[in-house]
C-alpha cells in the first residue's frame, strides 16, 4: 500500500525595514495564516535572519503544519537582490551589504528558498491574484518609506540584464531639485515617498511655515519613522494647508513619473501600493489619475487603468509564495 | 526543366519631415543601392506618398532590378504607427492624420508591405546589423528634430500594449521647466533635441546674450530646421560661449535620461543615434557617459555600454528592411 502524498503549501515571507511578516498558502496562493513581527534591523544580518526563521517556524507552526510540509519559500527583501546567486546585494534599510540570504535561510530550514526585491514580489502579488495573470504589461509603483517600482512585461517579471529593472524612485523629476536620500537631486523619491514627503514639510517648517506635525517632525529627526502615512492623512483631513500641499504635490509628481512610464512601456495597467498610498488613497488618486491622464500624449491611442491595489501589505507575502511555486529548480 | 528561382530582395524605405531614403536590400540586409529624396511633407500626403512610391521604383531601378525581384517592403515613419493596421495615426511632422500608408503603397508597388515607427526601425538596424543581434535588452535614443526612443526586451522589439513603447523624448525631466511643442513642460525633448536647443539659444538671445548663431536663429523661425545641427557643431568648435552652453546641456540632460532609463530596464546597451549626435557626437558623448554614470545608482551591479551608433542615417533603411524580412505573413 502506497502513502497518500500530502497537500504541499508554500510560505511568503516579506522582510522590511520595520516589520516582517509571513503567511503560509495554498498552491492557489490562498492565504492559510500569517504572522508579523518587528525586524529588529538594528541589531545586525545574523538577529534578523534568525528572527526571519522563527518567524517563518511559527506562522507555518500556528497553521497546524510541518516545515515537511512545506514546498518552498519565497522572501521578498528591500533593496537589490540577486535571484540567481541568492544574494541581497545591498539593503540600507536593512543596513546589509552582500548577504547570502538564500543559502543561510535554506541551511535552517531546510526548504527551497527563492529571494526576490521586495517590490517585484509585491508586484507578483497583485499580478498572480488580484490581476488574475491577465495583464500582458503591467506597471507598479511602491509608495511607501523610499519608492520601488516592478515591471511585467510580455507577461512576466521583467529584471534586464542585472535583474534590477523597475527602479522607478530615482528617475528625475526635477533637474537640480531637492538632494535624495541617493545623492542626486529632484528624484521622484524625493516628492512622492514618506520621507520625501518628511523632508518637504521639514524644508517649510524651517522656512518658517506651520502644520500641526511639527511635534512628529522633531521626533521623526530622533526616531526615524516616528511620523508615519496615517499622521499625514490625519493632518490632510483636519485641514492642515501645509500638509495639504505637500500630499498634493507627491500626488501631482505621482501623477508625472505615471504618464512617463506610460510613454516608456506602454502598459495596461499601472498598479499602485505601499503605506502612503494605503493611508492616503483617497487623498492622492484623483490627482494622480488627473496629472498622469494630462501629461500622456499618446492616451487617443491607449489610455492604462491607474489603480490602487486592494491586496494592502498582503501583496508581498503573497508574491513571495508564488514565486516559491513557479521556481524552476 | 524547372526555373531556378531568382534571389530576392529586400527594400527599406526611412521617411522624414524633410528626407525620405530608400535603400534595396540582401536578405543577409547587405546594401545594393540607396536613394535620398525630399519628402515635401507641405505638399500633403498624396503627393508624399507618390514620391515615396517612385523613390521605391528608382532605387530598385538603380540596383538593376524589377519590383518582382522584391520580396517585401519595410517603411519607417515618424509619428504614432499601428504596424497591425497598417495606419499612421499621427504624424504632426508630415502633417498625417490616420494614413492608410500599408494599403495605399500595397496597392502601388503590388508586393507586401511593413511599416513601423521610424525610431523602432532604426533600433532594428542597430540591432540587427551593427549589434548583430547580440544584446538581450537594448535602449535607443535617437536626438533629431525632435526625441524618438526604441526599445530591445528580451531580444526583440518592444511596443507594449499599444504598441508605442519607447517614446523617451517626453520623460518629464524638469517640472515646470520650459514648454515643449507637446504642450507639457520640462520634457527631454525641450533640451536635447535640434529644436530644443535652438529654442534654449532664442531664449538666451531675448535675454541679451550673443551668439554666432543669430542670423540662423531668425532664418529659422520664418523656416523651420534652418538651423542646423552641423552649424551648433561649428560654432561649439569656433568657441561660441552660448552654443557651448547649450550643447553641453543638451549633453548633460541626455545623461540623466539615460541613468533613468537604465534604472527602470536594466539594458546591457543603450545606443545614440540621429541627427544631433551625428553632427556632435565629440562635442555631447564625454559629458553624456560622465552624466549618465554619475546618476546611476546600481552602477555597482551593472554598467551597460552607452555609445554612438556608426550606422548615422542608414539604421533606418536597414532596420526596414529587417522588418520586412522578419515580417510574418
Given at each position: 500500500?502506497?502513502?497518500?502524498?500530502?497537500?504541499?503549501?508554500?510560505?511568503?515571507?516579506?522582510?522590511?525595514?520595520?516589520?516582517?511578516?509571513?503567511?503560509?498558502?495554498?498552491?492557489?496562493?490562498?492565504?492559510?495564516?500569517?504572522?508579523?513581527?518587528?525586524?529588529?534591523?538594528?541589531?545586525?544580518?545574523?538577529?534578523?535572519?534568525?528572527?526571519?526563521?522563527?518567524?517563518?517556524?511559527?506562522?507555518?507552526?500556528?497553521?497546524?503544519?510541518?516545515?515537511?510540509?512545506?514546498?518552498?519559500?519565497?522572501?521578498?527583501?528591500?533593496?537589490?537582490?540577486?535571484?540567481?546567486?541568492?544574494?541581497?546585494?545591498?539593503?540600507?534599510?536593512?543596513?546589509?551589504?552582500?548577504?547570502?540570504?538564500?543559502?543561510?535561510?535554506?541551511?535552517?530550514?531546510?526548504?527551497?528558498?527563492?529571494?526576490?526585491?521586495?517590490?517585484?514580489?509585491a508586484m507578483?502579488g497583485i499580478h498572480?491574484?488580484e490581476l488574475?495573470?491577465?495583464?500582458?504589461?503591467a506597471v507598479g509603483i511602491f509608495l511607501g518609506?523610499?519608492i520601488?517600482g516592478?515591471?511585467?512585461?510580455?507577461?512576466?517579471?521583467?529584471?534586464?540584464?542585472?535583474?534590477?529593472?523597475?527602479?522607478?524612485?530615482?528617475?528625475?523629476?526635477?533637474?537640480?531639485?531637492?538632494?535624495?536620500?541617493?545623492?542626486?537631486?529632484?528624484?521622484?523619491?524625493?516628492?512622492a515617498?514618506?520621507?520625501?514627503?518628511?523632508?518637504?514639510?521639514?524644508?517649510?517648517?524651517?522656512?518658517?511655515?506651520?502644520?500641526?506635525?511639527?511635534?512628529?517632525?522633531?521626533?521623526?529627526?530622533?526616531?526615524?519613522?516616528?511620523?508615519?502615512s496615517?499622521?499625514?492623512r490625519?493632518?490632510?483631513?483636519?485641514?492642515?494647508?501645509?500638509?495639504?500641499?505637500?500630499v498634493?504635490?507627491a500626488a501631482?509628481?505621482t501623477g508625472?513619473?505615471i504618464?512617463?512610464?506610460?510613454?516608456?512601456?506602454?502598459?495596461?495597467i499601472v498598479v499602485l501600493g505601499g503605506g502612503v498610498i494605503g493611508a492616503l488613497e483617497r487623498e492622492m488618486m484623483p490627482t494622480i489619475r488627473r496629472t498622469a491622464?494630462?501629461?500622456?500624449?499618446?492616451?487617443?491611442?491607449?489610455?492604462p487603468t491607474i489603480m490602487a491595489s486592494r491586496l494592502g501589505d498582503h501583496a508581498?507575502?503573497?508574491?513571495?509564495?508564488?514565486?516559491?511555486?513557479?521556481?524552476?529548480?
Amino acid at each position: 500500500m502506497t502513502k497518500k502524498p500530502r497537500t504541499k503549501y508554500l510560505v511568503g515571507v516579506d522582510v522590511g525595514g520595520s516589520k516582517t511578516m509571513a503567511g503560509v498558502f495554498t498552491r492557489q496562493l490562498k492565504l492559510v495564516n500569517a504572522l508579523k513581527i518587528s525586524t529588529k534591523a538594528h541589531r545586525g544580518a545574523d538577529e534578523v535572519i534568525q528572527r526571519i526563521v522563527d518567524c517563518i517556524r511559527d506562522t507555518v507552526d500556528g497553521a497546524g503544519l510541518k516545515l515537511s510540509d512545506i514546498e518552498s519559500i519565497g522572501v521578498g527583501t528591500p533593496g537589490v537582490v540577486e535571484p540567481r546567486s541568492g544574494t541581497v546585494v545591498l539593503a540600507p534599510n536593512l543596513h546589509w551589504k552582500n548577504v547570502k540570504l538564500r543559502s543561510r535561510l535554506a541551511r535552517a530550514l531546510r526548504r527551497p528558498i527563492i529571494i526576490e526585491n521586495d517590490s517585484k514580489a509585491a508586484m507578483i502579488g497583485i499580478h498572480e491574484v488580484e490581476l488574475r495573470g491577465k495583464p500582458r504589461h503591467a506597471v507598479g509603483i511602491f509608495l511607501g518609506t523610499g519608492i520601488g517600482g516592478a515591471l511585467v512585461l510580455n507577461g512576466a517579471l521583467y529584471g534586464g540584464c542585472a535583474g534590477v529593472a523597475g527602479e522607478v524612485g530615482h528617475m528625475v523629476l526635477s533637474v537640480g531639485g531637492p538632494t535624495c536620500g541617493c545623492g542626486k537631486h529632484g528624484c521622484f523619491e524625493v516628492f512622492a515617498s514618506r520621507t520625501g514627503m518628511v523632508s518637504r514639510l521639514q524644508d517649510a517648517v524651517k522656512k518658517g511655515e506651520h502644520t500641526i506635525l511639527e511635534d512628529l517632525l522633531v521626533q521623526e529627526r530622533r526616531e526615524r519613522g516616528a511620523l508615519r502615512s496615517g499622521s499625514l492623512r490625519r493632518a490632510v483631513r483636519s485641514g492642515d494647508a501645509l500638509a495639504k500641499r505637500v500630499v498634493h504635490q507627491a500626488a501631482e509628481y505621482t501623477g508625472i513619473a505615471i504618464a512617463d512610464l506610460i510613454h516608456m512601456l506602454s502598459p495596461e495597467i499601472v498598479v499602485l501600493g505601499g503605506g502612503v498610498i494605503g493611508a492616503l488613497e483617497r487623498e492622492m488618486m484623483p490627482t494622480i489619475r488627473r496629472t498622469a491622464r494630462a501629461h500622456s500624449l499618446l492616451r487617443f491611442v491607449h489610455e492604462p487603468t491607474i489603480m490602487a491595489s486592494r491586496l494592502g501589505d498582503h501583496a508581498g507575502i503573497t508574491g513571495a509564495a508564488a514565486l516559491a511555486r513557479d521556481h524552476r529548480r
